[in-house]
């Protein structure tokens, strides 16, 4: 068996807010939020769901999402991409939760540190790798099955809000971020995040089955 998924996304900001490009290592606390996050969604979807439909869908004005605290966003769909997604999490059956992979985490972290600095988008490197490329520098595939997908978030302000805007998935025909994130290809995930000089933020999950990290 060999599946290959990629999917990324992009927020557009309603206002100019700046450049900001340091690279970002990370802490464990971070991977464990992270981590947390998605196993939630991925192992109790129809909760999910709630958390979804309090934290997003009341604040939709047209096609402006306009959170208190929070940057205002321009969507391409409105409410209606979060309307599907809560509808979607809703019938969704349980998932497996995922184990974070060192290898993995190191694999998406490689690609925000080069973005960071760059301001490019995308699943591949300046130099042409691509995601399975980036997690066979830091692990190895099993010859005899194994599957690997990458989600990119850019301008997710945060943990929480990078993986509900995976799956509400804006202006993403196919929901392909929707439909990564709640695989049951997967047994482990890794994450990466970094400032980014365009979007402010980006978040990169990278996922796996029969992968080892070196």
Same mark, same amino acid.
């Given at each position: 068996?060999?599946?290959?998924?990629?999917?990324?996304?992009?927020?557009?900001?309603?206002?100019?807010?700046?450049?900001?490009?340091?690279?970002?290592?990370?802490?464990?606390?971070?991977?464990?939020?992270? &981590?947390?996050?998605?196993?939630?969604?991925?192992?109790?979807?129809?909760?999910?769901?709630?958390?979804?439909?309090?934290?997003? &869908?009341?604040?939709?004005?047209?096609?402006?999402?306009? +959170?208190?605290?929070?940057?205002? &966003?321009?969507?391409?769909?409105?409410?209606?991409?979060?309307?599907?997604? +809560?509808?979607?999490?809703?019938?969704?059956?349980?998932?497996?939760?995922?184990?974070?992979?060192?290898?993995?985490?190191?694999?998406?972290?490689?690609?925000?540190?080069?973005?960071?600095?760059?301001?490019?988008?995308?699943?591949?490197?300046?130099?042409?790798?691509?995601?399975?490329?980036?997690?066979?520098?830091?692990?190895?595939?099993?010859?005899?099955?194994?599957?690997?997908?990458?989600?990119?978030?850019?301008?997710?302000?945060?943990?929480?809000?990078?993986?509900?805007?995976?799956?509400?998935?804006?202006?993403?025909?196919?929901?392909?971020?929707?439909?990564?994130?709640?695989?049951?290809?997967?047994?482990?995930?890794?994450?990466?995040?970094?400032?980014?000089?365009?979007?402010?933020?980006?978040?990169?999950?990278?996922?796996?089955?029969?992968?080892?990290?070196?």
């Amino acid at each position: 068996m060999a599946v290959f998924v990629m999917t990324l996304s992009c927020n557009k900001e309603a206002e100019d807010n700046g450049n900001n490009s340091n690279e970002n290592s990370g802490s464990s606390d971070d991977y464990t939020l992270l &981590l947390q996050e998605l196993n939630a969604a991925r192992t109790n979807p129809a909760a999910y769901a709630k958390i979804i439909e309090t934290a997003y &869908l009341p604040y939709y004005e047209g096609t402006y999402l306009k +959170i208190p605290g929070a940057l205002v &966003l321009i969507t391409n769909e409105g409410k209606a991409a979060c309307e599907e997604a +809560i509808s979607f999490m809703k019938e969704q059956s349980s998932m497996a939760a995922l184990e974070l992979n060192t290898g993995l985490n190191k694999a998406a972290q490689n690609l925000c540190n080069e973005q960071s600095k760059s301001g490019d988008t995308g699943h591949f490197s300046a130099d042409g790798k691509a995601p399975k490329d980036r997690m066979q520098l830091f692990g190895t595939f099993s010859p005899a099955a194994w599957a690997c997908g990458e989600s990119i978030s850019y301008g997710s302000p945060s943990a929480r809000r990078a993986v509900i805007d995976m799956l509400i998935d804006d202006g993403v025909n196919s929901r392909g971020h929707r439909t990564t994130l709640m695989s049951g290809n997967w047994t482990h995930v890794g994450f990466g995040w970094a400032s980014h000089p365009t979007y402010r933020t980006m978040y990169v999950m990278d996922f796996a089955a029969g992968y080892a990290a070196d």
